[in-house]
């Protein structure tokens, strides 16, 4: 296979620059060694985990790979302090962090050689993080799954380019080669990939919910929970519309009260109607389940017949 090395595979040791999302009652240790395996960054979402749930998790995906592997901290969660105490306590190559910002934890894992990699959807807080030492920004894009910001892949990732010195990792909206050769074109050196993997033959969430995914067409995804603060993209439907009715109703406290549970409603018991199926816009890409080798494969070989077929354009013009 084509091998693209960049700042970010130099950064994490990796073979490949592609870092699985780390997404919360989805990325489990199976799924984070698979991809961990194949070369890329696998990640485990912490989510709302309790403490001694993501230790064993941890523990389990230093069985099953000995390759550098992190965990996402889902910084809204009321017990991450603790949280972060156990990571820092159990060793992992790198964190993630996601919904807020990381700034108080960052000295700790620096000083225990954990790459720290905060999730920003907007240039002033990423130019914060860097200045205090995060070793690469991941850019995440409206078109992502679950919680965003507001701005899109495109107009974020060169913005973030030109705003800092450390790496760039793209995400939200790339599913396929040419998402990730659109990441390079734009100056990223690494891409952050969730809805492709929640179709990993080795991510054990309800197999229902991968064949929504597989079925789901381009207008499939809404945004819920505006009024909350916290807008989550989530596939529509029965409780993506009863939220959207309460964020018109600005119906903040209820539509917090309705929403929670309801990821692992929807992952773990695959309730299609009444769960929350946190999913990107590009869960209309993916079109099958198949082993995350694979789907790193297809990510790096497809990105790369894409950059030779643009090196080749100049000379078709006119043609
Ligand atoms: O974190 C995610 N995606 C998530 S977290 C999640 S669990 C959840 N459930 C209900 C409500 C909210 C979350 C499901 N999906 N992606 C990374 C991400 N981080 N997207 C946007 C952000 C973000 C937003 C604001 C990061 C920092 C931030 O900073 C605000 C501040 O404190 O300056």
Known sequence: MAV????VTDLLG???PVVQGGMAWTATAELSAAVSEAGGLG???AGHMPTELLREQIRTAKELTDKPFGVNLMLLTPHIDELVEMVLAEGVHAVTTGAGNPGKYMPAFKERGIKVLPIAPSVALAKRLESIGADAIIGEGMEAGGHIGELTTMALIPQLVDALGVPVIAAGGIADGRGVAAAF???AEGVQVGTRFMCATECTIHEDVKLRIV???DRDTVVTGYSTGHPVRVIKNKLARMLMELDRENKAEELEALGSG???LCMCQGDLDMGSIMAGQSAAMVDRIQPAAEIIEDLMS???TVIDRLAEMPDRVGA
Not at 4 to 7: A, I
């Open 43 to 45: 990640i485990i979402g």
């Open 185 to 187: 074109a734009l100056g």
């Open 4 to 7: 693209v090395r960049t700042r």
């Open 302 to 304: 497809g990105a790369v």
């Open 262 to 264: 309801k990821l692992s």
């Open 14 to 16: 990796i073979e490949h």
């Open 215 to 217: 079925k789901a067409r």
